[in-house]
């Protein structure tokens, strides 16, 4: 996959790790990253990470059929948030990649053949595609690693440290 592929952030987990890793001003001025305006309006707030920056990302809002949609889905799927699903119409229906923290939207977009990324396929893709250094990648890894507050499994970090090390060390 590359970095370029339109991506809809659907929670404020990816938001706050990318903000925690210090690179979440190299996410957000990607010409390819959205926010819902529900999530934008309803769930971010200063404990999400710098709103200077979190307002610099691309709004899109969705259409009354996507709404009626989210609520008959809703319906059937309970234990999926309004905010989850809309998010998930609006990836499903324009192609977008889902960037989310939660379990359950991974599973049932997955399900459906939307594509989700998380806060260390971001930090890979970023490095991967130039937009931050190996250096930068491996010191985003280390913040997220060292704070209290990362729902990220240290082993899964470790894992992408050491990977990263490894491109450090050809260069």
């Known amino acids: 996959m590359n970095i370029t592929t339109k991506i809809i952030i659907t929670d404020t987990n990816i938001i706050t790790d990318l903000n925690n890793a210090g690179i979440l001003d190299k996410f957000v001025c990607l010409e390819n990253v959205y926010i819902n305006d529900m999530v934008k309006n309803d769930e971010i707030n200063f404990s999400t990470g710098d709103v200077s920056i979190i307002n610099k990302l691309k709004v899109l809002g969705a259409s009354s059929e996507q709404v009626m949609e989210m609520y008959e889905i809703c319906k059937e799927n309970k234990k999926l948030s309004n905010y ?28 459906n053949g939307i594509e989700v ?11 991967e595609n130039n937009i931050i250094s190996v250096k ?3 010191e985003a890894c280390i913040l997220l690693k060292n704070d209290s507050c990362t729902r990220i499994p240290i082993d899964d970090i470790n894992d992408l440290i050491k990977e990263l090390e490894r491109d450090l060390s050809v260069c």
């Open 84 to 111: 989850d699903v809309i998010n998930y119409i609006i990836a499903r229906d324009n192609n977008y990649i889902l960037a989310t923290g939660d379990n359950r939207l991974k599973a049932f977009s997955e399900q």
């Open 117 to 127: 990324i998380r806060t260390l396929k971001i930090i890979r893709l970023m490095k």
């Open 136 to 138: 930068k990648a491996v």
